[in-house]
């Protein structure tokens, strides 16, 4: 019986190396899998290299990642919000490479990763700092930018409910970058808020399914990052 | 041009926002950036329905929520608490943007730094050495959005002009502005540069003139 | 007030014009929207190109559409199937042009259409006939080949239950190409089983938003091809 | 080469299918083609579970309904009227073929006109002047699954080896079959060319040479 349930964080993420790439799902605090950030804190794999649309807010979840110095480089959209500290010093100080992608281009280089497209075309950046030293290539009349697939050796994931073999389903705005992580990664790693029976996802509602999934892990209640920040949790 | 000369009473934040909000057509798909640009959903025109698309995956995004149900992932892309209203949808980021690159959104408001006479708009860095870049989606919205209208102060708060021959700041697109509403005029980007489309109450042509770092020509009407 | 209903499927494809092409869903029967395809026989546009999977079967939907003289060029993946007649004849007397494009690239082609990627590259084709003329490309060792968008002026679309707004949900496989047609035609025409009220679909079950979609007509009792096949039914 | 010996007794087509499930691990997500790989799901050895894919949209695909409770709009890649099993889900095209395209399908199982010694596979054209091409998700398929098996008659039914040194047919794809189980033999492709791994009860090693259009090295333990 195919069974991808794992007891705990800490054995889901246990075989993370120094120097892996790891997507982590989420848009700000929605969908973000803090539980499984911090058991990759607790586990203390170093050299990484992140993707996720920010760096984190406050000192938990990804931004406790960051400031632990588990991180060598993000790949990300926007670096900078109103409540991210750790980032920016580490990156005045020189201590953290970036590298910035439009949002766009960043959800479809993944997508693409995931869907073994190996590079594509978009009018995203062109003329703009971002585009100098990518190919430029005008087809029917107009310029665009040449991007590779961007893939990863986990994804770190959140959703809502789950089924053992994998079938994910999320809440509001917490899809954002989840389902295409969970493509575009060697292993998907899943935190879900409850785990169901096997028919208790109707077919046609599956948004992630069950063979984009290798892990998963039940968090009943996940910790809400605005929360932590509110009260200065600082993560371990 | 002159950057120290006493301010000049122009349209409010507010009254920008409502000529925004008037030349955007009925049943528009529409993405506002953060700031001014989200006062338009305030002043929708009777008779007319605009459904919002925020860029991290939610269509027919509705107005922030009564204090105390804030759903944490129910977010916008300036990552503040609303509400879907009744016919929404949600959707993962390659489909959002799918939505942006395709050209599927009708109109995008956005704040600016600087704009060109050519619609070059730069809004996303200062390119200062210490700036922490950062362009979440902004890129992908100028490139694909069918019509890109910038809400805007006509100067910096220290007086310095926004519209310009040329950007001095990073590019996050070239030739993507139509319109650009400041507190001052209406301008339209055409193919001869800026022009005028509307002056606000009490501005003449010459003082938008004096604030305006390029060409401008004067409204057709007038 | 958004409405995108419309009365009739005759007045849904009424601006059709000589010439246009036109992306049909389904995938063999399932998703096929033959009213839709029926009122386009009415409304007797010619010189079409016609984007769909297959060649249809029998002589209804359609099949009689380019029974009818109506179709100058098919794009598809299986002109061949075991009731396809009419297309085959016209085939072999020269009468049709046909352009072969694997299944998994056609679908590509088309998402990449609705989602502004003007061109990718993929590894399905390389080696075979069907990448003569077209452009290789070595990335990371491996050989891929080019392959650009697809568009059409319409999409005619079947679905299951839709709202005034255009967001839509299908019947099971009848999903198959309707989605990514939705996004990449210009004018997207689409017949619903049924039209429910505005907050009849649950936002996290939508499968193609309303923004893809721009008339809509409701059609209770579809046709059902196969039905047609065993009582002989052709159309007109 | 003879085209004219008398016919071999070799494996059935169940016994062919057999060998290739015995063949897939426990947990794989499979893929298979139309015709005699369909009868591989009657085979699933005791404590495996394998998950089928159907390329038009359907993960979990179960065996065909009852007479009378058949869906038109529930069918598999060979338009026939299939069932879902429980932990089914529902996806369209493009999802599904970013399944095959990106590797996350295991295993697909599919017929042949001809295999070659280097593991070309022709399988969807004669390439005859009246033929209509119809080439459907195979080229896809063989590109993008991870392990490519073909199952089929050793010869054509003219007596003619379909194991050749270099397909005479249109190609659907380069170096992408693993193995191939004929009803005289599994014949794994190596880096050497075709190999023999296990010869049906009664074939001798001579006997699939003789019906083998290519160098055939023998079984490792033979």
Sequence with gaps: MIDKRIATPAAAVADICDGASVMIGGFGEAGSPIELIHALIDLGARDLTVINNNTGNGEAGLAALIGNGQVRKMICSYPRSSHSKVFPELYRAGKIELEIVPQGTLAERIRAGGAGIPAFYTASTVGTPLAEGKEIRNINGRDYVMEYALKADYALIKCENADRLGNLVYNKTARNFNPVMCMAATVTIVQARKVVEVNGIDPEHVITPGIFVDRLVEVTAPLIESQLIAQGVRYP | ?222
Tied chains: 1, 3.
């Design chain 2, 1 to 222: 041009m002159t950057t120290n000369a006493p301010q000049i009473e122009g349209w409010s934040r507010e009254q920008m926002a409502e000529l925004v909000a008037a030349d955007i057509p009925d049943g528009s798909y529409v993405n506002l950036g953060i700031g001014i640009p989200e006062l338009v959903t305030k002043f929708v025109p009777d008779g007319r329905e605009f459904i919002y698309h925020t860029e991290n995956g939610l269509l027919g995004m509705g107005p922030a929520p009564a204090p105390g149900y804030e759903d944490p992932e129910l977010i916008n892309a300036g990552k503040k608490a609303v509400t879907a209203n009744p016919g929404a949808s949600y959707f993962h980021h390659a489909d959002s943007f799918a939505m942006i690159r395709g050209g599927h959104i009708d109109v995008c408001v956005l704040g600016a730094m600087q704009v060109s006479s050519n619609g070059d708009l730069a809004n996303w860095s200062t390119g200062a050495a210490d700036a922490i870049p950062a362009v979440g989606g902004a890129m992908d919205l100028v490139a694909g959005v069918k019509t890109i209208l910038v809400i805007t102060q006509h100067t910096t708060k220290t007086g310095l002009p926004k519209l310009v021959g040329q950007c001095s700041y990073p590019l996050t697109g070239i030739n993507v502005v139509t319109r650009v509403y400041s507190d001052l005029a209406i301008i339209d980007i055409t193919p001869d540069g800026f022009q005028v489309h509307k002056l606000a109450p009490g501005v003449s042509f010459k003082q938008v003139c004096d604030k305006t770092d390029a060409p401008l020509l004067p409204s057709k009407e007038s």
